[in-house]
């Protein structure tokens, strides 16, 4: 049984000084319950490196470890799952490499691209950009109002992404959504333990800011 | 058994106006012997996706295809090999991935690569850049003494490659090599068709330009 609460996507870019490994034991011990590790343009070796490193950490905490897009990386690091998007490996495609047992998430900005990833046996779906976002420059707009939409219409666990922080995190899980992924609002923040420690609140309304 | 002697990479950025399918089957009708899918800066699904037809037309005329360091991609269309460099994914964990019938092949520039390269298992070596080339900024250079020694002190098949044209094709096959491989020398050429028929001929040195 999946936790997506509280999912944590990597972007070494804007880590500046820390380290990553470091950052996402941190981010663990704070509270994410899923990592995805998340490279674009690095060479398959540097991809692979890093990878090997923080399966180490997630299964020492036993987290999934979800790799994206690249399934080469996934298969080399046996790690739990892979998130594709819609200018990824195809879904069928994936699942007959992959196999029935990992774990597949797909991204989708509309309820048609939801009912199709749903369809073709995606395990999970990133919903978003739920707001505007530096991160994920290409990423189309999805309010509040389409990701309730579109988790009332599926079945699988819907994690929503997007400019989500510890401001507006209740707002979003109040619309049914299973989780959120963040990037940003743990890794940019100074103290990433406490910063994940906070969110993981804000989700469950332990804590309002 | 594997015919190496006439290897054609591919490159779509020096294909101009052309279709790299159309030039592709072209190339095989003039000789080439095993085709090298290589696609830099593109998307998974795109890559996907010309390699699905690339692989139509390679299977057509019974030739090896061989995809350049995505192993996910080498699964994904059935190829029968992958091509890793010293920047792409571990060779031992590419041929637990890809299992023992799969051809593998290594760039090598060195003779300690090359004999690495070989322990390691890989089915055949790109050693390179023999000559100074345009299309492959970052590769080191191996003159053709070296590529000698290299040939000289290991079992398996060496593909050189690097610059290597109609005018000095005949010297590259003399240092023993099993083949060459080429880009621009095909790709670049007015008529694909008649440019490796040339190449190949100057392999077997059935012609002399």
Known sequence: MMNYQLYLATDRGLLGQKDLCTSVEEAIYGGVTVVQLREKDVSTKDFWE???QIKKITEK???PLIINDRLDIALAVDAEGLHIGQEDMPMEVARKLLGPQKIIGVSAATVEEALTAEKQGADYLGVGAVFPTDTKKDAGHVGLEQLKQIKAQV???VVAIGGIHVGNAWSVMETGVDGICVISA???????RKAADTLRKSCLRLSTP
């Open 155 to 157: 079945k699988i666990p």
């Open 50 to 52: 890093i990878a090997c």
């Open 186 to 192: 743990i890794l940019c923040q100074k103290d990433v």
């Open 61 to 63: 905490y036993q987290i």
